[in-house]
């Protein structure tokens, strides 16, 4: 039985000209380490500029970082940056948090693919098994780290993952890849390129994937290890630029199919028939299909005028999530020179989603082990936002950006303000300090708000059943997170480069349980069967504090080191009535690793040969006395690590890569065991790929 253990984070739109990106994954692979100068990102002000001058907390991790290090998943690479906590909960379930608590259903991190949000409607989060992109596509992702909701909104309030594909002009031509590794996992890859006519160009891909839920050894789950998940990706893009036009359109989509055992019950009283359970075999479907357009129009004067266009369909069919959601996003946002050497940037967005969720009858209700339910099965989500962002040169030296969003929203019928103020300095012609303070905001989700999460258990031998429902809210306020930053940047041409931070935030309106009611089902006879009822309510707000630090060193041209060191101290409060005599729910807010370090080292050999090893350590939490007195709360300390070797004789054969993942960490777990989590194993595989699109044929 799967859990989902999904941990939202955020993303940001590729806004920039597709033209001026150029982003040629054959030439990523092999370029050295680019200057701070030299690299670009969008995603701290929807334009591209010099990572150097971005006053924010930003880091960018290339495709030859992503390429070298293995990575299998969006989730695998977001490991080689600062500032995220990154656990892996199973064989393809993870917690991802910045800033904040790794926690379930957690949103405070907004994921894009090229413009696109992969949140799940239901509960505002990512699914991150349930990205469709394929890792061969992806030019570079960039991690903003602190609130950027003035440029993307709601849900960018502890960081953004923007993760940026490569145009089809520049996407893998004629590519084929085999997978194949221990614990049953099978990875096959193609991926097709070409131009049509003089201005446009088509890219396509299809991945199919077969693992094993778990890569464990533990006695629970020896009796299904024959499970398996079957993942389909696929994807299309079309680039057309001619002129002062930039047209883009894609179209994708993921499936995944994952064998599980289920088991439904049947207590006495409500089915004196029926046998008391029935346990069985069954597979559970999750999907997602997309299509859009991007156009970016070059005016006079140095205007430029973007639109993005997105209709997106999900669903899933767990019990616990029986929904399905069409959405329809639209952004747009005109971005003009004006005076002092200013930049101003003026946008709208709407977000209309059609959800619609599953239905329950009484019985049903009472004879599923853990169930989603709701008195609105049906119900259009609406949310629209306006938003200025004015970057101005001050002098040559001093840049000081002043930006706001107002975004309304019809589940709360609230419009919240979402500003931001940043600045920053050259000390010289390789050093930039710089400063800012924001507020961003958690889109709110009907999870919260109206809907409830019912868990059954059922004791056959006593014929009892114990039913307890944690209902939403709407008297609900929305969370927010306000805060301060303070940064350093230095280099030295493609040599070296540093990036340090840190800050203070105030995260508002934190949720928690409090219990309502504790009595009996509604049945003819109420002395089997037994209710509690909980409530969600916000009495809880936290104050984080701390820092990252981040090096990426080219020792010698062959030879790159990456390294990053980042700590976070959360401190909890509670106002309200369940906090009167108990410490520990604010206590809770604070159990978390404090330590986070990351290594990446990248050797390229021969022109053959290269080699690659990483190493992820994540430091043990403490429990406050207020807390818990219970070790099974404990946050483990993880230590491990991850390697490639690759070869590959001449360009026109394939290359032959091997790797291993969790080295030092065989069987141990990432999260609490009071979380139950599955333990991860070591595993390795051999990858067969060839690039037959670059052989020449008539040879």
Same mark, same amino acid.
């Given at each position: 039985?799967?859990?989902?253990?999904?941990?939202?984070?955020?993303?940001?739109?590729?806004?920039?000209?597709?033209?001026?990106?150029?982003?040629?994954? +054959? /030439?990523?692979?092999?370029?050295?380490?680019?200057?701070?100068?030299? *690299?670009?990102?969008?995603?701290?002000?929807?334009?591209?500029? /010099?990572?150097?001058?971005?006053?924010?907390?930003?880091?960018?991790?290339?495709?030859?970082?992503?390429?070298?290090?293995?990575?299998?998943?969006?989730?695998?690479?977001?490991?080689?940056?600062?500032?995220?906590?990154?656990?892996?909960?199973?064989?393809?379930?993870?917690?991802? *948090?910045?800033?904040?608590?790794?926690?379930?259903?957690?949103?405070?991190?907004?994921?894009?693919?090229?413009?696109?949000?992969?949140?799940?409607?239901?509960?505002?989060?990512?699914?991150? +098994?349930?990205?469709?992109?394929?890792?061969?596509?992806?030019?570079?992702?960039?991690?903003?780290l602190g609130p950027v909701g003035t440029i993307w909104g709601g849900n960018?309030?502890?960081?953004?993952?923007?993760?940026?594909?490569?145009?089809?002009?520049?996407?893998?031509?004629?590519?084929?890849?085999?997978?194949?590794?221990?614990?049953?996992?099978?990875?096959?890859?193609?991926?097709?390129?070409?131009?049509?006519?003089?201005?446009?160009?088509?890219?396509?891909?299809?991945?199919?994937?077969?693992?094993?839920?778990?890569?464990?050894?533990?006695?629970?789950?020896?009796?299904?290890?024959?499970?398996?998940?079957?993942?389909?990706?696929?994807?299309?893009?079309?680039?057309?630029?001619?002129?002062?036009?930039?047209?883009?359109?894609?179209?994708?989509?993921?499936?995944?199919?994952?064998?599980?055992?289920?088991?439904?019950?049947?207590?006495?009283?409500?089915?004196?028939?029926?046998?008391?359970?029935?346990?069985?075999?069954?597979?559970?479907?999750?999907?997602?299909y997309f299509a859009g357009l991007q156009h970016i129009q070059e005016l006079? +004067?140095?205007?430029?005028?973007?639109?993005?266009?997105?209709?997106?369909?999900?669903?899933?069919?767990?019990?616990?999530?029986?929904?399905?959601?069409?959405?329809?996003?639209?952004?747009?946002?005109?971005?003009?020179?004006?005076?002092?050497?200013?930049?101003?940037?003026?946008?709208?967005?709407?977000?209309?989603?059609?959800?619609?969720?599953?239905?329950?009858?009484?019985?049903?209700?009472?004879?599923?082990?853990?169930?989603?339910?709701?008195?609105?099965? +049906?119900?259009?989500?609406?949310?629209?936002?306006?938003?200025?962002?004015?970057?101005?040169?001050?002098?040559?030296?001093?840049?000081?950006?002043?930006?706001?969003?107002?975004?309304?929203?019809?589940?709360?019928?609230?419009?919240?303000?979402?500003?931001?103020?940043?600045?920053?300095?050259?000390?010289?012609?390789?050093?930039?300090?710089?400063?800012?303070?924001?507020?961003?905001?958690?889109?709110?989700?009907?999870?919260?708000?109206?809907?409830?999460?019912?868990?059954?258990?059922?004791?056959?031998?006593?014929?009892?059943?114990?039913?307890?429902?944690?209902?939403?809210?709407?008297?609900?306020?929305?969370?927010?997170?306000?805060?301060?930053?303070?940064?350093?940047?230095?280099?030295?041409?493609?040599?070296?480069?540093?990036?340090?931070?840190?800050?203070?935030?105030?995260?508002?309106?934190?949720?928690?349980?409090?219990?309502?009611?504790?009595?009996?089902?509604?049945?003819?006879?109420?002395?089997?069967?037994?209710?509690?009822?909980?409530?969600?309510?916000?009495?809880?707000?936290?104050?984080?504090?701390?820092?990252?630090?981040?090096?990426?060193?080219?020792?010698?041209?062959?030879?790159?080191?990456?390294?990053?060191?980042?700590?976070?101290?959360?401190?909890?409060?509670?106002?309200?009535?369940?906090?009167?005599?108990?410490?520990?729910?604010?206590?809770?807010?604070?159990?978390?690793?404090?330590?986070?370090?990351?290594?990446?080292?990248?050797?390229?050999?021969?022109?053959?040969?290269?080699?690659?090893?990483?190493?992820?350590?994540?430091?043990?939490?403490?429990?406050?006395?207020?807390?818990?007195?219970?070790?099974?709360?404990?946050?483990?300390?993880?230590?491990?690590?991850?390697? /490639?070797?690759?070869?590959?004789?001449?360009?026109?054969?394939?290359?032959?890569?091997?790797?291993?993942?969790?080295?030092?960490?065989?069987?141990?777990?990432?999260?609490?065991?009071?979380?139950?989590?599955?333990?991860?194993?070591?595993?390795?595989?051999?990858?067969?790929?060839?690039?037959?699109?670059?052989?020449?044929?008539?040879?």
């Amino acid at each position: 039985m799967r859990f989902t253990f999904p941990i939202a984070i955020a993303s940001s739109l590729l806004t920039a000209p597709l033209a001026a990106a150029d982003f040629d994954l +054959d /030439s990523l692979l092999e370029m050295p380490l680019c200057s701070l100068a030299d *690299t670009k990102v969008v995603s701290a002000t929807r334009t591209a500029q /010099s990572l150097a001058d971005t006053a924010a907390s930003v880091y960018v991790i290339t495709a030859k970082e992503i390429n070298r290090s293995g990575a299998r998943s969006v989730a695998d690479a977001l490991a080689l940056a600062p500032g995220l906590h990154v656990a892996k909960y199973s064989n393809y379930d993870w917690g991802i *948090t910045a800033r904040g608590q790794n926690q379930a259903l957690s949103n405070t991190l907004l994921v894009m693919v090229d413009g696109r949000s992969v949140f799940n409607p239901m509960f505002s989060g990512v699914d991150w +098994d349930l990205i469709p992109v394929s890792m061969d596509n992806i030019a570079q992702i960039e991690v903003v780290l602190g609130p950027v909701g003035t440029i993307w909104g709601g849900n960018a309030v502890n960081g953004v993952i923007n993760i940026i594909t490569s145009e089809a002009e520049s996407a893998p031509d004629g590519k084929l890849a085999i997978k194949e590794g221990n614990y049953g996992y099978s990875e096959y890859q193609l991926h097709e390129s070409t131009q049509i006519g003089e201005y446009g160009y088509l890219s396509g891909y299809f991945e199919f994937v077969d693992h094993m839920p778990w890569t464990s050894d533990e006695e629970r789950v020896q009796p299904v290890q024959d499970y398996n998940v079957y993942t389909e990706r696929f994807g299309m893009r079309f680039d057309y630029q001619k002129f002062a036009h930039t047209v883009s359109v894609q179209a994708g989509g993921i499936r995944s199919r994952e064998d599980y055992q289920w088991m439904n019950f049947y207590p006495a009283f409500i089915y004196p028939e029926r046998p008391e359970s029935h346990i069985f075999d069954t597979e559970m479907t999750m999907e997602e299909y997309f299509a859009g357009l991007q156009h970016i129009q070059e005016l006079d +004067d140095d205007a430029i005028w973007k639109n993005d266009f997105w209709l997106t369909y999900s669903s899933n069919d767990g019990t616990d999530r029986d929904a399905s959601f069409l959405r329809f996003d639209l952004d747009s946002n005109y971005s003009m020179a004006s005076y002092w050497n200013s930049q101003l940037t003026l946008g709208v967005n709407a977000r209309v989603i059609q959800e619609q969720l599953a239905t329950y009858s009484f019985e049903e209700r009472h004879s599923i082990p853990y169930v989603r339910i709701t008195d609105e099965p +049906d119900f259009l989500n609406q949310s629209y936002g306006i938003y200025a962002n004015w970057n101005v040169d001050i002098t040559d030296d001093v840049k000081f950006i002043l930006g706001n969003r107002w975004q309304y929203n019809n589940l709360t019928h609230s419009v919240d303000a979402q500003p931001q103020v940043r600045l920053s300095y050259a000390l010289s012609d390789n050093q930039r300090v710089w400063a800012g303070w924001g507020k961003a905001v958690v889109t709110p989700s009907r999870l919260e708000l109206d809907t409830a999460f019912q868990r059954n258990r059922y004791d056959e031998d006593k014929g009892f059943l114990e039913t307890k429902l944690f209902n939403g809210s709407n008297t609900l306020d929305i969370e927010s997170v306000k805060t301060y930053e303070l940064g350093y940047r230095a280099w030295s041409g493609k040599h070296w480069q540093l990036n340090m931070g840190a800050y203070y935030s105030v995260h508002d309106n934190i949720r928690a349980y409090r219990e309502v009611n504790n009595g009996r089902l509604d049945s003819d006879d109420s002395d089997l069967s037994s209710l509690k009822e909980y409530e969600y309510i916000d009495p809880l707000w936290s104050e984080t504090m701390g820092g990252e630090i981040a090096l990426k060193w080219q020792l010698i041209e062959p030879l790159q080191i990456n390294t990053n060191y980042s700590y976070k101290r959360i401190v909890g409060h509670c106002e309200g009535a369940i906090c009167g005599s108990n410490d520990a729910v604010k206590r809770q807010l604070e159990n978390q690793p404090n330590h986070y370090v990351n290594a990446q080292v990248m050797w390229d050999i021969t022109p053959q040969w290269w080699a690659s090893a990483s190493m992820q350590y994540v430091s043990e939490s403490k429990l406050h006395r207020d807390f818990v007195d219970d070790p099974s709360y404990i946050w483990p300390k993880v230590l491990s690590f991850d390697a /490639s070797v690759s070869w590959q004789y001449a360009d026109c054969a394939p290359r032959i890569t091997g790797s291993v993942e969790n080295l030092g960490a065989d069987q141990s777990t990432e999260f609490p065991d009071s979380q139950q989590p599955f333990q991860n194993g070591t595993q390795y595989w051999l990858t067969l790929d060839w690039n037959y699109g670059a052989v020449d044929w008539t040879r």
